[in-house]
Nanobody, 115 residues
Framework: VQLQAFGGGLVQAGGFLRLSCAAS????????IAWYRQAPGKQRELVAN???????NYGDSVKGRFTISRDNVKNTVYLQMNSLKPEDTAVYYC??????????WGQGTQVTVSS
């Protein structure tokens, strides 16, 4: 499984971005897909994940602001990020888990929110 993340960039506080994570290769057995983020000097944290049937789960810091969605035909997961805050600045990584609980990581995309 290969994962490619798109959509990062620089935005002002209060703005929005949409990240995309496109999966390719052996994708038929992918179950949960997640977005994680890692800010400088901090541990990687879960932002949101979504099951293969579309059930979402969010980290406390992004609830009500971010929305994760999934297009199983396109093998793509989206993260709509609204009301962005400077503390959302991080490298965002997508992660896929297959039916055998194996994990795959994308290359990361930088999100920078200016105050």
């Amino acid at each position: 499984v290969q994962l490619q993340a798109f959509g990062g960039g620089l935005v002002q506080a209060g703005g929005f971005l949409r990240l995309s994570c496109a999966a390719s290769g052996i994708t038929f057995n992918i179950r949960t897909i997640a977005w994680y983020r890692q800010a400088p000097g901090k541990q990687r944290e879960l932002v949101a994940n979504i099951s293969d049937v579309g059930y979402p789960n969010y980290g406390d810091s992004v609830k009500g602001r971010f929305t994760i969605s999934r297009d199983n035909v396109k093998n793509t997961v989206y993260l709509q990020m609204n009301s962005l805050k400077p503390e959302d600045t991080a490298v965002y990584y997508c992660n896929a888990e297959n039916a055998w609980y194996e994990h795959y990581w994308g290359q990361g995309t930088q999100v920078t929110v200016s105050s």
